[in-house]
């Protein structure tokens, strides 16, 4: 009887622990940029960032993409949480976010990260505390 208890809970962490590694897999992460490597500094307003630099749960890069609607007017946010969307963001850092686009991202979702400095930091402390 014990054995079979021990492989029932080791069955429960096993499927625990692959569940946890496939939210990584599937985790993205878009970090608003003023410029298009992790060395940039984090922009300070999401919605107006150049770039948006984008890595997988764990960390690791994958790509830089220009932020099509960094010079849209009104309604920018919802424009740019669609687009970060489409692209598989399931977090979002910037140094602030407004309102309105905090709003949509949680319609959608997105979690999202205050951070000042740098893309590399930023990415480290969201993978660090699992905020992803």
Same mark, same amino acid.
């Given at each position: 009887?014990?054995?079979g208890l021990l492989l029932g809970i080791l069955f429960? %962490?096993?499927?625990?622990?692959?569940?946890? =590694?496939?939210?990584?897999d599937k985790a993205k992460i878009a970090v608003a940029s003023d410029g298009?490597?992790? +060395?940039?500094?984090?922009?300070?307003?999401?919605?107006?960032?150049?770039?948006?630099?984008? *890595?997988d749960g764990n960390g690791a890069f994958i790509e830089v993409i220009s932020n099509?609607?960094?010079? =849209?007017?009104g $309604?920018?946010?919802?424009?740019?949480?669609? %687009?970060? =969307?489409g692209k $598989?963001?399931?977090?979002?850092? +910037?140094?602030? *976010?407004g309102d309105k686009m905090i709003t949509t991202m949680? =319609?959608?979702?997105?979690?999202?990260?205050?951070?000042k400095g740098t893309v590399a930091d930023a990415v480290k402390k969201a993978v660090k505390n699992r905020r992803v």
């Open positions: 009887m014990k054995k429960i %962490f096993a499927l625990t622990s692959l569940g946890y =590694a496939a939210t990584d298009n490597t992790q +060395a940039s500094a984090v922009n300070p307003v999401a919605g107006k960032s150049s770039y948006y630099l984008i *890595f099509p609607h960094k010079s =849209a007017g $309604g920018r946010y919802s424009l740019v949480v669609d %687009f970060l =969307a $598989g963001a399931t977090t979002i850092i +910037a140094g602030s *976010f949680k =319609a959608k979702g997105i979690n999202y990260i205050e951070f």
